[in-house]
């Protein structure tokens, strides 16, 4: 469900110059979203967004991928950072093969890893190509 949606109290009216909605966004609104790869495939769709409380960032994204009617999905953390807009499609996109996201670290949705753990970032920074925020916790 993307932010027109839910859109219940006018809160979304105006619209950035640059994505598919308003530059603030309320986390829920982007929960649900598709996200493609760069060969136009579809990944999955974002589960959750995890913030870094302390220093306020958007830190990973939980995309749901493979499965069928939610059935045996594995889910993968996706730095925020390797994500970027579709606006003309209103998705995500995620330079990723299929391939090798499916080859990509992932977790159980009954078993979730310690996010905060810094090996456990370092290795999803590594995978995906990405460099933490200056301000998120050190690796």
Same mark, same amino acid.
């Given at each position: 469900?993307?932010? !027109? ?14 994505? &598919? ?11 649900? @979203?598709?996200?493609? @790869?760069?060969?136009? !495939? ?9 913030? %870094? ?5 958007? @830190? ?13 999905? /594995?889910?993968?953390?996706? &730095? ?16 990723? !093969?299929?391939?090798?996201? /499916?080859?990509?670290?992932?977790? %159980?949705?009954?078993?979730? &890893?310690?996010?905060? %753990? ?13 460099? &933490?925020?200056?301000? !998120?916790?050190?690796?």
């Amino acid at each position: 469900m993307n932010y !027109e949606s839910q859109d219940t109290y006018g809160m979304y009216k105006s619209s950035a110059d640059n994505g &598919p909605g308003p530059r603030l966004m309320g986390a829920n609104t982007l929960e649900g @979203n598709d996200v493609y @790869n760069t060969q136009d !495939e579809d990944l999955g769709d974002i589960k959750e967004i995890m913030l %870094d409380v302390h220093s306020g960032r958007v @830190n990973y994204a939980v995309l749901s991928f493979g499965g069928f009617l939610g059935m045996g999905d /594995e889910l993968f953390a996706v &730095p925020w950072s390797a994500l970027t807009l579709d606006t003309k499609n209103k998705r995500f996109v995620l330079d990723v !093969e299929k391939s090798r996201l /499916e080859d990509a670290p992932g977790f %159980d949705k009954d078993k979730w &890893p310690n996010m905060a %753990d810094e090996t456990w970032a370092k290795g999803i920074h590594d995978y995906y190509g990405t460099k &933490p925020y200056a301000n !998120e916790m050190p690796l």
